[in-house]
């Protein structure tokens, strides 16, 4: 018996394979270090004395350790085959495994819900557990900073956009995308029934989007909206414009929002920025900074490294400090490294 | 760090790999479309009203939407060896995800009970989540309709027998399967204990077949019986018999079944066909009607096709009926693409 | 579209590809047979009459069946790269399957938590789901008996140390290891907040050991020990001797440990002692012992045999008893096929 190896460099040794036509690929990354944040808390189990045995009684909330292992295994599983009219299609699932980070205990691996998707020459259909256009939408993250990527421009935003959902079954919705010369356009559309005082009712939702590239700045416009379902309650929507933009080894990125989630407390405008800078050959410094002008909005700012280590690794880290309005400020910071696969 | 790609072409590139002998293959098919299924209903959050918050509050079953977006991925994990003797051992897993065919939300993927085997000639062994000889049976399913096959000539079957579950743990058993020039005869044996009033009982089920391949045309008898554990309860038990065949671009099953569930609203005769037709270099046309004698044995009836878009990908559609004596009809229809990897 | 396989010859036959960069591999193995244990007991579906229809009802624990097929599927997923410095990263999660041993039934497989690694030179340090100094301690387990392993000379040790978990989520805790000429230490980690009375208490474990190789035989001893957390609990421990050694076709084992996890029942020295030879070119003879002081420790005897098939593949059983001095005795017996892929 001999060890199996799947690996990049095997595949590459044959040349002249230019393209597969059908077949399962891997990918993903690895990530681990030591995450920091004050004040954590966490559920954990409450063993009630004089009982001197460690039997598992109830569970009870209380202050965890500050600094924690912190943890992610990701795996991309896709399975893709293209048609003799060279229409691909593709599905994915997601392996993934993450710490529980209020405890500071490792979780099991899960699998999320399946993605599924349709692409011939600049037009893609996405089904399934898929991203909408915000999710999609150019420089909507901008450049966020941390291991775990814990603080971004887009803090002041509330609204609940379709997302691809890397842990869960996500949303069952469908996703467009085409792109020609420097345009792009992007839709959404997620059918979801609820019910009201035991009656059925729709809470659909939907999204659409364009982007611009010119030069070396891509500007763009998001719009979306989900239908609130109750009669006399206004559908919450989100509208979002960003740019970036690079110049040498400088990258920006700016982030304007208007947040109607019909909750007082985080409606109104949320607005951001991002920078990164390569210092040298391996290392890039990042910033950013997020925020929005009501009460409960979450107020983000963050500094961070990169330090490349070649062969797809990299150590990471940042710090940076939570904030609102109405709440205890709380310093956030890990270190760690990461490394693709 | 190169991206790893995991795909046929490439190693069939590698002229002169005749076989492996030990390793993992991959294998499966994503699908995804419209399901149309007339009165859809499902299970859904409830809010209760005066509160205008979107907490989930309870649950409660409504008309959901007739038409939902269906999908699966299935990737089947087979690890495996082959003995210096030429034994071959086999190990599957299959990961799945399917849309919640209810809600029309999405679910996310699983795994199932693992299923080994070994194989030497004609000698076939399956332990674990295995297929009994029902579910292995030459032209049991026949031409199964639609993109989601849901509709088949097997539809008056109420029969619990062994099957494999691709979503489930299944069943901890053992199937064996020999076949011998133009016969093939298969059985299979699964365990289970419970309890009647606190005392254990066993609920072992078997089955057999035989299958005589002539020309071309496969006719195959099975039968199989589950003891009931329950004194003065008869051991339910079932009896199929099967035709089929093919004739140029022309293909057709018969089906007869005797059902003895000791459950008189769904006993009795069974019977069911169902006919393919290539029309052309790309299109098959598919008909099946299934049916039983009982009150609540389940009518269906269905026509459907598949195009063949090459790559191993294809459009697919049905749309059939659901009856029965004592129900409501009920139209089912689906539409979508499959591509296997 | 042709059929996807991932397979060891196929990339050794790729002459000159030496070593990958960056990839995925796949390993592991399956294994099914024949097991027994003496008054298996399981919880199983009770059914109460005069309801004749098989409706799950509740729950009971009865006699199951002695003997049961037993099985596991072990599939590893490795993540891996390397940097330019010759550092290597690995992730690893495990999927598995196993049966139900209570009632002869089929587990569906399930991920475990992940575990980071970094390797360079000798030195390897590995954090989340990791394995402690015990469990990766020379001859901890020697010689285990059985396709399941189900008996071994460390059967009188009581302490929980930290070990790497196959089936859940496992510690979230870091190891290292460090390896020059004849010597090697390691060392393990382990954070846990749990809580006393509402209030938060740490249950931290460490365990540290060294190895020494001389000729053919190597030495090896670890500490270890818990925080109890509570005051007035003295910290539960574990120290452990182990000697193991090969001479031509005899390989043997010798264990001694003291446990002191503070419940008298259990606390006190437990010793061991495993053995294999090497009966002609295919066949392998084992044995194994272990047993402790205290009342309620387990001992165990057990003799096992491997019959090697080539390519990976093998048979393989074992008979034992296990008893202690306030139990019953239980003969506990297995045998089949286990295959490496």
């Given at each position: 018996?001999?060890?199996?190896?799947?690996?990049?460099?095997?595949?590459?040794?044959?040349?002249?394979?230019?393209?597969?036509?059908?077949?399962?690929?891997?990918?993903?990354?690895?990530?681990?270090?030591?995450?920091?944040q004050?004040?954590?808390?966490?559920?954990?189990?409450n063993?009630?004395?004089?009982?001197?045995?460690a039997?598992?009684?109830?569970?009870?909330?209380?202050d965890?350790?500050?600094?924690?292992?912190?943890?992610?295994?990701?795996?991309?599983?896709d399975?893709?085959?293209e048609?003799?009219?060279?229409?691909?299609?593709e599905?994915?699932?997601?392996?993934?495994?993450d710490?529980?980070?209020?405890?500071?205990?490792?979780?099991?691996?899960?699998l999320?819900g399946?993605?599924?998707?349709?692409?011939?020459?600049?037009?893609?259909?996405?089904?399934?557990?898929?991203?909408?256009?915000?999710?999609?939408?150019?420089?909507?993250?901008?450049?966020?900073?941390?291991?775990?990527?814990f603080?971004?421009?887009?803090?002041?935003?509330n609204?609940?956009?379709?997302?691809?959902?890397?842990?869960g079954?996500?949303?069952?919705a469908?996703?467009?995308?085409?792109?020609v010369?420097?345009?792009?356009?992007?839709?959404?559309?997620?059918?979801?029934t609820?019910?009201?005082?035991g009656?059925?009712?729709?809470?659909?939702?939907?999204?659409?989007?364009?982007?611009?590239?010119?030069?070396?700045?891509?500007?763009?416009?998001?719009?979306?909206?989900?239908?609130?379902?109750?009669?006399?309650?206004?559908?919450?929507?989100?509208?979002?414009l960003?740019l970036?933009?690079e110049?040498?080894?400088?990258?920006?990125t700016?982030?304007?929002?208007?947040?109607?989630?019909e909750?007082?407390?985080?409606?109104?405008t949320?607005?951001?920025?991002?920078?990164s800078?390569?210092?040298?050959?391996?290392?890039?410094?990042?910033?950013?900074?997020?925020?929005?002008?009501?009460?409960?909005?979450?107020?983000q700012?963050?500094?961070g490294?990169?330090?490349?280590?070649?062969?797809?690794?990299?150590?990471?880290?940042?710090?940076?400090?939570?904030?609102?309005?109405?709440?205890?400020?709380?310093?956030?910071a890990?270190?760690?490294a990461?490394f693709?696969f």
């Amino acid at each position: 018996m001999k060890k199996v190896l799947f690996a990049s460099t095997a595949l590459i040794a044959t040349a002249g394979v230019a393209a597969a036509d059908s077949g399962v690929n891997f990918s993903g990354y690895g990530r681990f270090g030591i995450g920091y944040q004050e004040d954590r808390v966490g559920a954990v189990t409450n063993i009630v004395t004089p009982s001197n045995t460690a039997t598992s009684a109830t569970s009870v909330v209380v202050d965890t350790d500050d600094a924690i292992l912190v943890s992610r295994f990701r795996l991309n599983i896709d399975g893709f085959t293209e048609t003799d009219g060279g229409v691909r299609f593709e599905g994915r699932v997601r392996l993934q495994a993450d710490e529980d980070s209020s405890t500071g205990e490792a979780n099991s691996a899960g699998l999320n819900g399946a993605r599924f998707s349709v692409i011939y020459g600049g037009l893609r259909v996405d089904a399934g557990n898929v991203a909408g256009s915000f999710d999609n939408l150019a420089n909507y993250y901008g450049n966020e900073v941390g291991l775990e990527l814990f603080a971004g421009q887009y803090s002041g935003v509330n609204y609940n956009f379709l997302a691809y959902s890397s842990t869960g079954s996500g949303a069952n919705a469908v996703f467009f995308q085409y792109a020609v010369g420097d345009f792009a356009f992007g839709a959404s559309y997620d059918t979801r029934t609820f019910a009201v005082n035991g009656s059925e009712v729709s809470g659909d939702r939907w999204d659409v989007s364009a982007t611009y590239t010119f030069n070396n700045i891509t500007a763009a416009v998001a719009y979306g909206q989900t239908d609130s379902g109750v009669s006399g309650v206004s559908d919450p929507s989100l509208t979002v414009l960003t740019l970036g933009g690079e110049w040498g080894d400088f990258g920006g990125t700016l982030f304007v929002a208007d947040d109607a989630t019909e909750v007082t407390a985080t409606d109104g405008t949320a607005w951001g920025l991002s920078a990164s800078y390569n210092l040298g050959a391996a290392t890039t410094l990042l910033f950013t900074y997020g925020d929005g002008n009501a009460d409960a909005d979450l107020q983000q700012v963050a500094i961070g490294a990169i330090y490349d280590l070649g062969g797809g690794a990299s150590l990471r880290g940042g710090i940076g400090v939570n904030d609102c309005d109405i709440c205890d400020s709380q310093t956030v910071a890990d270190f760690g490294a990461q490394f693709n696969f």
